[in-house]
């Protein structure tokens, strides 16, 4: 009860942070809000492997909160190098290959042990939430908590919350027939004190004079009214924001609808239906990524989302013209 | 010859042209390697990973006695919507999605953690001029599904093609 309603320590001092020391939370709910605060204030490093369908990659992330501010480092370890520095909202992304960097700001990004947007009674009006055991896992101990969705119009999720922290170590996505299709799980974590300031400087910083630097904010997806709305979304989604955004190739502009329930998030496009005109409805589904497009007049719908199939459906099916 | 391989296993050669490739194909140790490698990266894109990529001893005395099938060449992508997800691997792990914050109604939710644009639009990432890496698979037949540029903008996922360089920007920049 205490600690469900608790706000985050802002005043952490000397690069060193730690989650809340007041011991763990009462509820299922009080856990899920701390799990979620912990991604955010606390400071930990580590190397996670994530694995969504047939695909894996490895990914290393530093995280430290210094003043309340976050400072973070991503670091692909798989395929192409690219980097990411984060100092809160604002984004470095450095690309070695492109000898390329790019100043950006972040809106929230989804980055593992960060997997909510919203707090956790938002969540709780779509999933049921639970406590599970305690298991050891990477030398911490961590509580599993379970969020049953309420209907089939999205996956069930289970998260490994270390005890004393919080945070996320390791999250697991379920079909509807219990398989888990996504995994997230950290192989090696440190955490607290462990982690130091200079440990979230970029390692291509040094060598970024000779590159490409875009620091030209963007403005051609701000929010906007794109006209289109979705008639037959699923209990529990609201819209994130809508834009129309450039994509490749494409002589107009796409417009691009956002929904989330807080864990599952999914976009539909929609666009002229061009060159060479698809005329049939046609989908996939690897792990929780499901890609449904549909013709529709002179139109196509897209919807891509972590969402099982029918959802994807039910929504693509129902885009209509802004009343 | 690799192009004829790659051509029969498409399903695009019929009768005499077939017949050439297949006694061709099987006519060497390497054509043969050629062939069963071709299947076999096939296999893998699908995934169904193969348990060796040694030739099994007896596949070519099998592939002999098969009737030979006189089938109307086909190029069905079924497999190429899986493979440009599998393209989108490197990158599908980080995303931006804004937080939704107290829509919905029923009551007031605590307010999100972070407290800067609870909901704000999304920042863009997809840029005007950009290409998008090359299709994986060079199938002609006709709306092939590019999973990956809505991948992309789904997810904000950030990529150097993507994020176009300023030199190729035209018109003001801004270079430090």
Same mark, same amino acid.
């Given at each position: 009860?205490?600690?469900?309603?608790?706000?985050?320590?802002?005043?952490?001092?000397?690069?060193?942070?730690?989650?809340?020391?007041?011991?763990?939370?009462?509820?299922?709910?009080?856990?899920?809000?701390?799990?979620?605060?912990?991604?955010?204030?606390? &400071?930990?490093?580590?190397?996670?492997?994530?694995?969504?369908?047939?695909?894996? &990659?490895?990914?290393?992330?530093?995280?430290?909160?210094?003043?309340?501010?976050?400072?973070?480092?991503?670091?692909?370890?798989? *395929?192409?190098?690219?980097?990411?520095?984060?100092?809160?909202?604002?984004?470095?992304?450095?690309?070695?290959?492109?000898?390329?960097? =790019?100043?950006?700001?972040?809106?929230?990004?989804?980055?593992?042990?960060?997997?909510? =947007?919203?707090?956790?009674?938002?969540?709780?009006?779509?999933?049921?939430?639970?406590?599970?055991?305690?298991?050891?896992?990477? *030398?911490?101990?961590?509580?599993?908590?379970?969020?049953?969705?309420?209907?089939?119009?999205?996956?069930?999720?289970?998260?490994?919350?270390?005890?004393? #922290?919080?945070?996320?170590?390791?999250?697991?996505?379920?079909?509807?027939?219990?398989?888990?299709?996504?995994?997230?799980?950290?192989?090696?974590?440190?955490?607290?004190?462990?982690?130091?300031?200079?440990?979230?400087?970029?390692?291509?910083?040094?060598?970024?004079?000779?590159?490409?630097?875009?620091?030209?904010?963007?403005?051609?997806?701000?929010?906007?009214?794109?006209?289109?709305?979705?008639?037959?979304?699923?209990?529990?989604?609201?819209?994130?924001?809508?834009?129309?955004?450039?994509?490749?190739? =494409?002589?107009?502009?796409? #417009?691009?609808?956002?929904? #989330?329930?807080?864990?599952?998030?999914?976009?539909?496009?929609?666009?002229?239906? *061009?060159?060479?005109?698809?005329?049939?409805?046609?989908?996939?589904?690897?792990?929780?990524?499901?890609?449904?497009?549909?013709?529709?007049?002179?139109?196509?719908?897209?919807?891509?989302?972590?969402?099982?199939?029918?959802?994807?459906?039910?929504?693509?099916?129902?885009?209509?013209?802004?009343? | 010859?690799?192009?004829?391989?790659?051509?029969?296993?498409?399903?695009?050669?019929?009768?005499?042209?077939?017949?050439?490739?297949?006694?061709?194909?099987?006519?060497?140790?390497?054509?043969?390697?050629?062939?069963?490698?071709?299947?076999?990266?096939?296999?893998?894109?699908?995934?169904?990973?193969?348990?060796?990529?040694?030739?099994?001893?007896?596949?070519?005395?099998?592939?002999?006695?098969?009737?030979?099938?006189?089938?109307?060449?086909?190029?069905?992508?079924?497999?190429?919507?899986?493979?440009?997800?599998?393209?989108?691997? #490197?990158?599908?792990?980080?995303?931006?999605?804004?937080?939704?914050? &107290?829509?919905?109604?029923?009551?007031?939710?605590?307010?999100?953690?972070?407290?800067?644009?609870?909901?704000?639009?999304?920042?863009?990432?997809?840029?005007?001029?950009?290409?998008?890496?090359?299709?994986?698979?060079?199938?002609?037949?006709?709306?092939?599904?590019?999973?990956?540029?809505?991948?992309?903008?789904?997810?904000?996922?950030?990529?150097?093609?993507?994020?176009?360089?300023?030199?190729?920007?035209?018109?003001?920049?801004?270079?430090?």
């Amino acid at each position: 009860m205490l600690a469900g309603g608790r706000r985050w320590l802002p005043a952490i001092a000397l690069g060193v942070a730690c989650g809340a020391q007041a011991g763990p939370p009462a509820d299922a709910l009080g856990w899920l809000q701390r799990a979620t605060e912990a991604a955010r204030n606390a &400071s930990y490093a580590g190397t996670f492997v994530h694995s969504n369908g047939e695909r894996t &990659s490895t990914i290393r992330v530093t995280h430290v909160s210094v003043n309340g501010d976050e400072h973070e480092r991503i670091e692909a370890l798989d *395929g192409p190098p690219y980097e990411i520095v984060r100092r809160n909202e604002e984004m470095f992304c450095y690309f070695p290959d492109a000898k390329t960097v =790019r100043l950006d700001r972040r809106v929230n990004a989804r980055f593992f042990p960060s997997l909510f =947007r919203a707090p956790a009674d938002v969540i709780a009006r779509s999933y049921d939430v639970k406590l599970g055991t305690v298991e050891h896992v990477l *030398g911490y101990d961590c509580r599993w908590i379970q969020l049953a969705p309420h209907d089939a119009s999205r996956f069930s999720e289970r998260l490994c919350s270390e005890v004393g #922290s919080g945070l996320v170590v390791r999250a697991k996505t379920l079909n509807l027939q219990g398989q888990v299709i996504e995994q997230y799980t950290f192989t090696d974590l440190k955490l607290g004190p462990q982690v130091a300031r200079g440990d979230v400087k970029s390692i291509f910083e040094a060598r970024v004079k000779q590159w490409i630097t875009d620091s030209q904010p963007r403005e051609e997806a701000k929010g906007v009214d794109t006209g289109w709305t979705v008639t037959g979304l699923p209990p529990g989604f609201a819209k994130v924001t809508e834009l129309r955004r450039t994509l490749p190739g =494409r002589p107009q502009p796409v #417009s691009q609808l956002i929904y #989330s329930d807080g864990l599952a998030s999914l976009s539909v496009f929609v666009e002229p239906n *061009g060159a060479p005109k698809r005329t049939s409805e046609a989908s996939s589904e690897d792990g929780t990524t499901t890609f449904f497009v549909r013709p529709m007049g002179d139109q196509l719908v897209t919807v891509l989302g972590e969402v099982p199939l029918p959802t994807a459906q039910q929504v693509g099916r129902s885009v209509a013209h802004r009343p | 010859m690799t192009q004829e391989i790659s051509s029969l296993m498409d399903g695009e050669l019929q009768g005499r042209e077939a017949d050439a490739a297949v006694s061709a194909c099987c006519g060497d140790e390497d054509r043969k390697r050629t062939w069963y490698l071709y299947h076999a990266i096939g296999e893998a894109m699908r995934g169904q990973a193969p348990a060796s990529l040694a030739i099994p001893a007896n596949v070519f005395e099998k592939l002999r006695q098969q009737p030979t099938v006189l089938a109307p060449g086909r190029r069905v992508p079924a497999t190429v919507t899986r493979v440009a997800l599998a393209a989108a691997a #490197s990158v599908a792990t980080i995303g931006v999605v804004g937080w939704i914050g &107290s829509q919905g109604g029923g009551g007031a939710p605590v307010e999100p953690v972070v407290a800067k644009a609870p909901t704000a639009s999304i920042q863009p990432v997809a840029s005007t001029a950009a290409v998008v890496t090359a299709p994986v698979l060079n199938v002609q037949t006709a709306p092939v599904l590019n999973v990956q540029e809505y991948l992309v903008a789904h997810r904000q996922i950030p990529t150097p093609d993507l994020y176009r360089p300023v030199t190729n920007r035209a018109p003001v920049a801004v270079a430090r």
